[in-house]
């Protein structure tokens, strides 16, 4: 099967062989993170450049992390410092980024639509979106999807529980999009003031109930909660929260021993998650991170020197 994707823009129009074929380099590319010696010469030759206009460490590091090992040139540009921050658009930023012979750009930005924005104004640059706004965070998502996939095998009718504030969730909205593919059914719960109004059009159900969500789960996923949501009056205190949707021992077991804990990081402890399942048995939150390396090591091989037609 040759590759057909030249950017990650969304999960979109990824079929489920696509992850399937994904799913495999990226076990390989793990691989190669347990060997002495970790750097291959895949990408020798290629330039990427990571464009963070929004704050990351597990994102940011992790590509750079990946183009490294895959023995890329990267160069880190941040917004502050450079012509954004004297009045220069994205467009012209990018034409700037391919004119210096970028072969590649990775983008956080803060607006919805960013990354598709860019593909679409750059030639021949291969586009990796980081997060754009609330909209999508896919890379998050395939090292989610990754993460599970090695602990479970086939994912074919498991069930997913989506536990925090999908509202202004880009991971969410990925991660709904990559595990319903592989066939995962996906509940989400968490108070309704940080629900989408959407919630069918998005492939999921919602139950208020987290004890009811996480019944029979074969993954409980905690989404981060931002403290200004309780400054806007969203939620009436963190305590409160944490009380009613926080990922405690006794809302675990509801689950079931064999259920997996995940979360995209940071995790703010006792608020959307209790210490000791953070770092319980049935947590991979750390290996989630590990898989974000040998993820994006996959995903800028096969997009730039892999098989792609």
Request: proline share 4%; aromatic share 6%.
């Amino acid at each position: 099967m040759n590759w057909r994707h030249k950017d990650l823009i969304d999960l979109d129009d990824w079929t489920r062989e696509e992850l399937n074929l994904f799913l495999e380099q990226a076990n390989y590319m793990e691989e190669l993170l347990n060997r002495p010696i970790k750097k291959v010469p895949a990408l020798r030759g290629k330039l990427i450049v990571n464009f963070f206009f929004e704050p990351s460490t597990r994102t940011r590091v992790s590509f750079e992390l990946a183009e490294k090992m895959l023995s890329a040139d990267v160069v880190n540009w941040s917004s502050s410092g450079s012509s954004v921050s004297k009045g220069e658009t994205l467009r012209d930023t990018a034409w700037t980024l391919e004119a210096m012979g970028a072969d590649a750009v990775v983008i956080r930005y803060g607006a919805v639509g960013s990354a598709d924005y860019l593909s679409r104004k750059l030639k021949k640059a291969s586009v990796f979106n980081a997060g754009d706004g609330t909209h999508g965070h896919p890379t998050q998502a395939l090292l989610d999807l990754h993460s599970a996939w090695k602990k479970l095998g086939n994912l074919e009718g498991s069930r997913m529980a989506i536990v925090g504030d999908v509202l202004h969730s880009r991971v969410a909205r990925s991660n709904i999009k990559a595990f319903s593919k592989m066939g995962v059914k996906v509940i989400l719960s968490g108070p309704a003031t940080l629900m989408p109004t959407d919630i069918p059009s998005l492939g999921a159900e919602y139950d208020p109930d987290p004890r009811s969500a996480v019944k029979d789960a074969d993954m409980i996923y905690l989404l981060r909660i931002q403290k200004e949501r309780q400054e806007q009056g969203l939620i009436p205190s963190l305590d409160e929260y944490h009380l009613r949707y926080g990922a405690t021992e006794e809302l675990v077991s509801l689950a079931g021993k064999d259920a997996l804990v995940m979360h995209p990081g940071p995790i703010n402890r006792r608020v959307e998650i209790a210490s000791e399942v953070a770092d319980g048995e049935q947590s991979i939150i750390l290996k989630q991170v590990r898989s974000g390396v040998a993820v994006r090591m996959a995903l800028l091989y096969l997009c730039l020197g892999g098989v792609r037609n």
